[in-house]
């Protein structure tokens, strides 16, 4: 066991009796080490019950015959950093946590891992870990929040967001809004609908690393408590067994996550989270690129808020991620290994689809293409991400004028102020992984402009956006304006064209104009401090998925 490194031989006698300090007996010293890396805190909805969860794991662990050491990592929510400085650190912390998780288990030479993550760069920052790391590891995602109800309606966090904007625009009371305030969010667990922390646990699952039915299993179920446990018994037999991440996350298994996402129309912050980590990976290679030529191929079965009315609880209720693979069996790649120590075949054999207006057959899909696309062009020549499932019909190609915005404060502010109109295509820029730096999710502004009921304006920006966002909003725009991408041309007025299914995102004006607009164009002086000025020097672009180097 990689944990001999600290328990065998008399060298390791001082190792021996700091670890009985924290209560080992001789026979512990025979089992395999199994840290839980939990990331509990009191100010994240998502992972507010997240030690309890732990000691759930724990029990599986020991029954199976391990010794379990919990110890801890960080979660920003995303919801409450929004809109204000905040959340420059939201996907920066995606590196801390991978660091953090990597560097507890080398430290202490773990034999395995039990990763107890929630929120949207927790997930991917302790996959990431565990595949840097390559030691047996399970993921126990803490599930979804039960939705709210409001005058008669399921609700989420993102009709309050929404709903600013329509007190703004004079459709909703201030009263309405505050008791749509206190009953959107009703308990523990992520937001209810299918943004970037439930895609993110959907696609874990499809990826192999967390146990069939851990993604849909809601916080507050006695089902995610068995979950748990199950998940801590079956890290022993992995260690025994010798799974590790390496074997589990290979090319075919992101292929498959990548078509979930697709089919289930989930956030474009997977377009940033996936190859992230399948970089951690030796031999595996994902880009947009592969984004793009799966979702021609993978239809959207699943309409669940933003881009529809249902909620997790209805997609866990049809039959969770196994029923929307049973679905994909003509697409997927059957033959991968799960952590069950068993094949995705074997794993939704005899599955059934209990809903088919929540999880709808290929051949009656809600759109014929997956929920994502890939937009190049002469303001994208690396690409852009959008959820075309999420936009309107008559919104799918549009030309208009731009509304330069060298920051998302601007924007909002503009929004607010009536200084935005019908068939405008707003520019956010700077706000990057670098220009922000952070790369911040525009979530403010697109409910600003949901909210305000401005049903034809677009916006595109070299930053990214909230699961929960919908609409013609187009993210991820690289290169970034801090990196002399062509975005940081762009002026009041420029005529952008978007088209979707043509896959293009262009600004008419010819290359000559772009470039000697962009020799002259005055980048922003944001005076950043300690880890973010770090960062800001390391961070690469988002169409490699914003990952240090």
Not at 108 to 133: E, F, Q, S, W
Not at 295 to 318: F, K, N, T, V, Y
Not at 504 to 516: F, G, K, M, W, Y
Request: net charge negative.
């Amino acid at each position: 066991m990689k944990s001999d490194t600290v328990k065998r031989g008399i060298q390791r006698a001082p190792h021996r009796s700091l670890l009985r300090a924290c209560g080992l007996t001789d026979d512990d010293f025979e089992k395999p080490f199994i840290g839980i890396a939990n990331s509990y805190t009191d100010i994240v909805p998502g992972h507010i019950h997240l030690r309890e969860l732990a000691e759930d794991v724990k029990e599986g662990v020991n029954a199976a015959g391990g010794v379990a050491f919990e110890f801890n990592t960080m979660a920003i929510c995303d919801g409450i950093a929004m809109n204000h400085d905040g959340m420059r650190y939201s996907l920066a912390s995606r590196e801390i946590i991978a660091d953090t998780v990597e560097s507890m288990a080398m430290a202490h030479a773990l034999d395995g891992l039990v990763l107890l993550p929630t929120c949207d760069k927790v997930v991917p920052g302790m996959l990431m870990a565990a595949a840097r790391l390559d030691i047996p590891s399970i993921v126990v995602t803490g599930g979804p929040m039960l939705p709210g109800e409001f005058q008669g309606k399921n609700v989420d966090f993102i009709n309050v967001y929404e709903g600013v904007g329509a007190v703004k625009a004079g459709q909703m009371s201030p009263e309405e809004l505050d008791e749509l305030e206190r009953c959107a969010c009703p308990g523990p667990g992520s937001c209810a609908g299918l943004f970037t922390a439930n895609t993110m646990a959907c696609l874990t699952e499809a990826l192999g690393m967390s146990l069939p039915g851990c993604a849909t299993a809601h916080a507050v179920s006695s089902r995610k408590r068995q979950l748990a446990r199950l998940s801590g018994e079956r890290i022993v037999e992995m260690v025994k067994e010798d799974l590790r991440p390496g074997k589990i996350m290979s090319q075919e298994a992101f292929e498959n996550a990548i078509m979930v996402d697709l089919a289930l129309g989930g956030s474009t912050n997977s377009a940033l989270h996936i190859p992230a980590i399948a970089s951690e990976v030796a031999g595996v290679k994902v880009g947009l690129d592969l984004f793009d030529e799966l979702s021609r191929e993978i239809p959207h079965i699943a309409s669940i808020s933003p881009s529809g009315e249902h909620m997790m609880l209805d997609l866990e209720r049809a039959g969770g991620i196994p029923a929307v693979l049973r679905t994909l069996s003509g697409k997927i790649n059957q033959d991968c290994m799960t952590c069950t120590g068993g094949t995705v075949r074997e794993n939704i054999e005899g599955v059934e689809v209990k809903d088919r207006d929540v999880i709808r057959s290929p051949d009656d899909p809600v759109h014929r293409e997956g929920g994502l696309a890939i937009l190049k062009g002469n303001l994208a020549p690396r690409g852009s991400v959008v959820k075309q499932g999420a936009v309107a019909e008559d919104m799918l190609v549009h030309e208009g004028p731009a509304r330069v915005f060298e920051s998302e404060e601007e924007c909002v502010s503009a929004i607010f102020s009536g200084e935005v109109s019908e068939g405008d295509v707003i520019v956010i820029r700077y706000e990057g992984p670098r220009g922000g730096p952070g790369m911040r999710e525009m979530l403010n502004p697109t409910s600003a402009i949901a909210g305000m009921g401005l049903e034809r304006v677009a916006l595109i920006t070299d930053g990214r956006f909230s699961g929960g966002t919908r609409g013609p909003c187009i993210g991820h725009v690289s290169p970034e304006a801090m990196a002399d991408g062509p975005i940081a041309a762009l002026k009041d007025g420029d005529l952008i064209k978007i088209d979707i299914p043509s896959r293009r995102l262009s600004v008419d004006l010819d290359d000559d104009e772009i470039r000697a607009r962009i020799e002259k164009a005055r980048k922003p002086e944001r005076n950043v401090r300690g880890w973010l000025a770090r960062y800001r020097k390391m961070a690469t672009s988002a169409d490699t998925g914003a990952v240090l180097r």
